[in-house]
């Protein structure tokens, strides 16, 4: 069973969330997990003045998703910031190619599920999932989120993301908030959870 977690992080609070999902996802007894990046739209000068390349640097690594990949994955974690309450361009374009997935119906049947992050506290991250969730209904797939049986989901002696939409983190107005232990607790749960409900699903 594959679990593929394909991401866009401009300054890494998404990427730190995306690896809390694959690690969540790993946990479950045979999901083969995989972590993709989607491909940058953005040229390097427009990174640079957006403070943005050191981050990229660090995501070097993981490799750039190609839309074949998404269609031999039994279930997708999708992770983007959110772009005034929606899904960042970058990941739009990349599922703006999925079309051929959509006219094969390849997605259909399979768990898909949002993680996101956003500046402020109330910035959008509840629309930029649910929003999200349209184009993943298109694609025929199943929408997983964050359950309530994950317990971070009601704390309130701390902010924090996550709702039952999916995890999520504040990356504060300068962007210098790291994703909190609570944060990272709820990707790693929604990421067990969708790797249980894709061995379901499959089996
Ligand atoms: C064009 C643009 C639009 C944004 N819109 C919002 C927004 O609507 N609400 C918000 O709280 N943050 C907004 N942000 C901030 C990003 O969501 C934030 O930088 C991101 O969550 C950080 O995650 P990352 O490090 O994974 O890129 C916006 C940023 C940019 C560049």
Known sequence: ?????????????????????????????????????????????????????????????????????????????????????NMCGQMRQFLDRTGQLWASGSLVGKAGSVITSSATQHGGQESTILSFHTTLLHLGMVIVGLPYTFEGQTITDEITGCSPYGASTIAGGDGSRVPSENELAGARYQGEHVAKIAKKLSS
């Open 1 to 85: 069973m594959k679990v593929m977690v394909v991401y866009y992080s401009m300054y890494g609070h998404v990427y730190k969330l995306a690896q809390a999902a694959a690690e969540g996802a790993a946990s479950v007894e045979g999901a083969d997990v995989i972590l993709r990046r989607v491909p940058e739209t953005l040229p390097d000068e427009v990174l640079e003045k957006m403070g943005a390349l050191e981050a990229q640097k660090q995501q070097a690594d993981v490799p750039v998703c190609t839309v074949k990949e998404l269609s031999e994955a039994d279930a997708i974690i999708f992770g983007t910031p959110t772009r005034f309450g």
